[in-house]
């Protein structure tokens, strides 16, 4: 079936350096994506979230870049903290809404170290 | 303090035993929907609700049962647990287009023994 899946599923960092964490989906209804971060023990955090109209958005110190040609999207950390240190997942929904049907990908593990 | 509130947070039961997982939100929000997390699975949603009286099966929703019969309440039963449900389970709301995705509960991990 069609899902939201990630290239890499651990990516280790330097503090201070920035972070990249990639996304491909298989559904090219999909119009709606959002990324979230889970500290252990706890559940996913909205981070950032961007419409299929869109390349690009920037929040503060997270950007999300999105290629509709090639199904993909990344999310960019820049100065990458310890508090950083979580698993990322990206979600995607169809109707250009946050609520409704989510599909999540399966999640990236980012460690920082100091 | 706005937030979705899930109890139990820890929970052991039989197989076959009635369980119901309580979730309750206290910022208005329309939707709702619960999800469980596996190793190796990540998140796959079970039931989501657009509005009191209106749920809709999420992609794994066998086992499961929901209601919403208030804004705030969803609760998720299961009407006989079996150790394939053995899992962590998270409760969410959102207040619909523009508000940004889900806000996630903090967990209720049920063993299935």
Known sequence: GESVGLHLPTLSVQEGDNSIINCAYSNSASDYFIWYKQESGKGPQFIIDIRSNMDKRQGQRVTVLLNKTVKHLSLQIAATQPGDSAVYFCAETRGGTSYGKLTFGQGTILTVHP | EAQVTQNPRYLITVTGKKLTVTCSQNMNHEYMSWYRQDPGLGLRQIYYSMNVEVTDKGDVPEGYKVSRKEKRNFPLI???????????????????QGAGGYTFGSGTRLTVV
């Open chain 2, 78 to 96: 299961l009407e006989s647990p079996s150790p394939n449900q053995t899992s962590l389970y998270f409760c969410a709301s959102s207040g619909g």
